[in-house]
Nanobody, 121 residues
Framework: QVQLVESGGGLVQAGGSPRLSCAASGSIYNNNDMGWYRQAPGKQRDLVAAISSGGSTRFADSVKGRFTISRDNAKNTVYLQMNSLKPEDTAVYYC???????????????WGQGTQVTVSS
C-alpha cells in the first residue's frame, strides 16, 4: 500500500509563489516517478508536471516557465514550486505515483487526497 500526502495549498494572491509538497510512504521504492495533477470545478483532472526517477521533467504548456518540480529522495518527497500564480491556476492539486515515459506520463491509481489552491485576483 502506498500513501501520498499533499500539503502547502491555501489562499494565495495572484503573482504569489507557494510550494506544494507530496510525501510518499508505504510500499514504495526510492526514486519513483511522480506527477502533479490539478482539477478545477467542473473540469477534468489534468497533468501539471511530472518528474522521473532520474530527474527528467515535463510540464503542461499552461505552467511552463512558472512552475518547477523537484524531489528529495531522502525524504520521499516531491515538490511543486508555483510562481506567478494566476486565478486560472485555482484548483485542487493532487500528487500521483506513476510512470514517466519519454512521450508521456502514465498515472497510477495511487493518488493523494489533494490540496486546494485558490488564487485571488
Amino acid at each position: 500500500q502506498v500513501q501520498l500526502v499533499e500539503s502547502g495549498g491555501g489562499l494565495v494572491q495572484a503573482g504569489g509563489s507557494p510550494r506544494l509538497s507530496c510525501a510518499a510512504s508505504g510500499s514504495i521504492y526510492n526514486n519513483n516517478d511522480m506527477g502533479w495533477y490539478r482539477q478545477a470545478p467542473g473540469k477534468q483532472r489534468d497533468l501539471v508536471a511530472a518528474i522521473s526517477s532520474g530527474g527528467s521533467t515535463r510540464f503542461a504548456d499552461s505552467v511552463k516557465g512558472r512552475f518547477t518540480i523537484s524531489r528529495d529522495n531522502a525524504k520521499n518527497t516531491v515538490y511543486l514550486q508555483m510562481n506567478s500564480l494566476k486565478p486560472e491556476d485555482t484548483a485542487v492539486y493532487y500528487c500521483n505515483l506513476g510512470t514517466y515515459y519519454s512521450a508521456y506520463y502514465r498515472p497510477s491509481n495511487y493518488w493523494g487526497q489533494g490540496t486546494q489552491v485558490t488564487v485571488s485576483s
